[in-house]
């Protein structure tokens, strides 16, 4: 088990940009979420995937998000012309079937210029 | 509908004291609990969890916490608090959906301080 892995760690740039954050789940995990924290909160569920299937979005993904996961295995999450509000830590988690526990992944914090 | 309710936005406590940190939650259908911990600029680690076993689940690192249905309560408590035990602890209810689907939520966290 080698746990959840996210890159890049840091992300600093200008508003209006885009960005891709990746995540690497636990290999054996077929469910993979995406949450947004900002500081100070528990994280908010933005969307998960079962295989690579996506199957839910929360209202709090626009259409500047959008996530994918192609083959079943790692998953990017994409935000494109980032705003000021963006600005939070990304988690990636990874899950068997519910009610498996969910592992979490250090996070990709993003910080807007 | 669920919901999950973390009473206390933050616990002090000294070295060598007990912890409890509590948590409620409303749920529709039987829940899966669970409580996290995240230490500062890390993900959350899972501390334990509840699935319709054993009421009194044990944890890592000497946490331990209680399911009782008649108080909707899953509060977590160690005997003995430790300098390494600040950070944030998240209360997480995770259960079925009448449209079908799990639905998981976190709570607002409580943030444990430790003072030598």
Known sequence: DTGVSQNPRHKIT??????????DPISEHNRLYWYRQTLGQGPEFLTYFQ????????????DRFSAERPK???????????????????????SL????????????????L | AQSVTQLDSHVSVSEGTPVL???????????????YVQHPNK???????YT????????????????????TSFHLTKPSAHMSDAAEYFCVVSALRGT?????????????????
């Open chain 1, 72 to 94: 079943g295995s790692f998953s990017t999450l994409e935000i494109q012309r980032t705003e000021q509000g963006d600005s939070a830590m990304y988690l990636c988690a990874s």
């Open chain 2, 43 to 49: 993900g959350l680690q899972l501390l334990l969890k």
């Open chain 2, 52 to 71: 319709s076993a054993a009421t009194l689940v044990k944890g890592i690192n000497g946490f331990e916490a209680e399911f009782k249905k008649s108080e």
């Open chain 2, 21 to 35: 940190l509590r948590c409620n939650y409303s749920s529709s259908y039987s829940p899966s609990l669970f409580w």
């Open chain 1, 51 to 62: 295989n690579e299937a996506q199957l839910e979005k929360s209202r709090l993904l626009s």
């Open chain 2, 100 to 116: 079908g689907g799990f639905k998981t939520i976190f709570g607002a966290g409580t943030r444990l301080f430790v003072k030598a």
């Open chain 1, 14 to 23: 200008k508003r209006g940009q885009n960005v891709t954050f990746r995540c």
């Open chain 1, 97 to 112: 079937a519910p009610p498996g526990a969910q592992h979490f992944g250090d996070g990709t914090r993003l910080s807007i």
